[in-house]
């Protein structure tokens, strides 16, 4: 071997015990950091341990440390990960692309504040609205409004734990995303109305929510409102062959009286002319 490959290999393995070095000192500072931290934060330790991330040190998430170490106190308090922090490890997952345009991305939610900062986050709701499942409780939390319709005569059951939030909806993501063929979410499950029909009707196959709520109404089957004044919303025209408006020049019927469903049974696709029964 030349002197000039032996001082090549020489600087090689030079650079290298530097790089090591380097990275040795950094989880040594980490290392001295962290234990700093836990020497007050010992509710934080107690917890750190026992979560995914027990094996990431404080500085990993938390900027700020060293004006809160060299002067402690809440106005220095080091800031809570925030979204892009957890996406500088988190960078694999589809989700990330999803979130800038999600609605609870738009809103400034930290990923913490679904998630916790050390442990699974525990939603804090009014012990009547507990949830079976976790997940759905933590939407509640914030979600009050579709809280309230679970509790409608006619609801999907989620409180009960047979369904949950993200079972339909993806909280990572847009609506455009997550439900953007709402009819096609539905009758993932729904088979029975999917079609194909030889007499299709449109709201099928256009949106669902037409003519159902899917968190709760007082409603029967999700019904945004009750027949017929559901269904005289769309089938209200002078030409409507039962006439059922009273519209000028025309009889009033007495299917107003009754459910449309009576007779047209078929409503979300039939084999027979106006979804009839037969």
Known sequence: MNKTNRFARGIIASCFIVVLAAFASGDAR???????CLSCHDAASASHAKGKHAKLDCLKCHSGTEAHLANPG???RPAKPDAAACQTC???DARRMNWAFSDHGKAGLACADCHGNHTPKTAKIDAAAKFKDSSSAMCASCHKEVLARFSMPSHHPVKEGALSCVACHDPHAGKQTTLAAKTEQCTQCHQSVRGPHTMEHPPVSEDCTICHNPHGSPNRKLLTAAQPSLCLQCHSLADNRHAVTGAAGGRVSGAVLRNCTACHGGIHGSA???HLRY
């Open 30 to 36: 980490a290392e001295s950091v962290g234990a700093s």
């Open 74 to 76: 809440p106005e220095t």
């Open 90 to 92: 988190h960078i694999k």
């Open 272 to 274: 027979f002319d106006q």
